[in-house]
């Protein structure tokens, strides 16, 4: 394991897609920042954080000879064990949000990038995290929240990110052994809204209900129509809306 540590960068995602491309990284190098300029989110979104007062980090961990066909499941992996770090620090009324968000309490805590990078040919896998805990303050952003104010608990950033390197090579050694139903299984019983009547908006603006029943193993989300009908959505197609 190497943990390097940066006081700023633009993004620890990009630090350690560059150090991939130019030098052997191995398993569980981890770049951690406690400030980015450019912090990235999913679907071209950014990601801001306090100087100092979040966990901010890349993890390289090559899993992807083990779900070939399915890097859904990797993503799966990671928000286990950052649930269940979570979890152990009795955060209250935890789940994940589609397709991998964690919320409390129905707000983000936290926000997964997993991003690849081809080198000879060969693909790498970057596990990029974030997760608000000692920030206090959420400007304009109503629906995040942190470990902090949730609880009233100052939290050391170290002690999570060694409970979530613990538990993320819990569940990669899972996903070695193959124990891909059981991962599965885990991750959709935490779903949030799971069998709850909700809402969806589609690619139109246009709203819709269903229940959330569970999803393949491709990533995509099932969901129960109001005539029982299943449907399957990619990221792109749908927003649940809460
Ligand atoms: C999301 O949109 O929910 C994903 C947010 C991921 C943010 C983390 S912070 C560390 C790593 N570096 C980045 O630039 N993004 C990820």
Known sequence: MRIIKLDAIDSTNSFLKEMICTETVTDYTIVVAEYQTNGRGQMGTNWDSEKGKNL???LFKDLSIHVVEFPFYISMAISLAILKTLKALNIPDLHIKWPNDILSADKKICGILIENVIKNKLNSTIIGIGINVNQTEFNNLP???????????????????????????????????????AVKNEYEANLFRKNKPSTFKNTEGELFSGFIKGVTKYGKLMVTLEDEVVKKFDLKEVTLMY
């Open 143 to 181: 629906k995040a929240s942190s470990l902090k104010n949730i609880t009233g608990v100052h939290y050391n950033l170290d002690e999570i990110l060694q409970n979530i390197i613990k538990y993320t090579k819990a569940y990669s050694e899972c996903l070695q052994q193959g124990e891909y139903e």
């Open 56 to 58: 901010m980090f890349s």
